[in-house]
């Protein structure tokens, strides 16, 4: 993988706007795979519809990528995903998380694996259900 790669895939989880997720072919290959905790797909087509989903649920969706590391065709990224939930009062919200990338011969995405813990992460963060998951937490550290 030439390092121009994944400075283009860098740049555009950075930068990311409705615009540029429709144009996400451009950054994954036609039959990459994505899975998260929420979403198992193939196909950059599927992509895209998770990440323009995305701009409908939350506000200001932004990624920082903090850490970057590369052998081979392979990458390995910590990012901090921050964005605004109008309807929890509008704070800004950050989960941070990493990414495990693969690239194929072209410098497209074939594969996408994202880690991050979504109790901590985000449940916790919400009112009512963060309430329960930090006692649920409690009780299980006792």
């Known amino acids: 993988m030439k390092a121009a790669h ?10 990311i706007t409705p615009e540029s997720a429709a144009r996400i072919d451009e950054i994954y290959a036609p039959d990459a795979y994505f899975k998260d905790p929420f979403n198992e797909v193939r196909g950059a087509a599927a992509i895209r519809r998770i990440f323009e989903h995305m701009f409908v649920q939350v506000r200001e969706p932004r990624f920082v990528v903090r850490d970057v590391v590369a052998q081979g065709a392979e990458a390995f990224l910590t990012w901090d995903f921050r ?15 990493a990414s495990h990338l ?4 072209d410098g497209r995405i074939q594969f996408h694996r994202d880690y991050w ?3 901590e992460e985000l449940y916790e963060k919400l009112p009512l259900l963060g ?5 649920l937490k409690r009780r299980a550290a006792t």
């Open 6 to 15: 994944l400075e283009r895939v860098r740049a555009f989880f950075e930068s």
């Open 83 to 97: 964005f605004r939930i109008p309807r929890l009062g509008g704070r800004e919200q950050v989960v941070h998380g």
């Open 102 to 105: 693969k690239f194929g011969p």
């Open 117 to 119: 813990d979504v109790a």
């Open 131 to 135: 309430t329960l998951m930090r006692w």
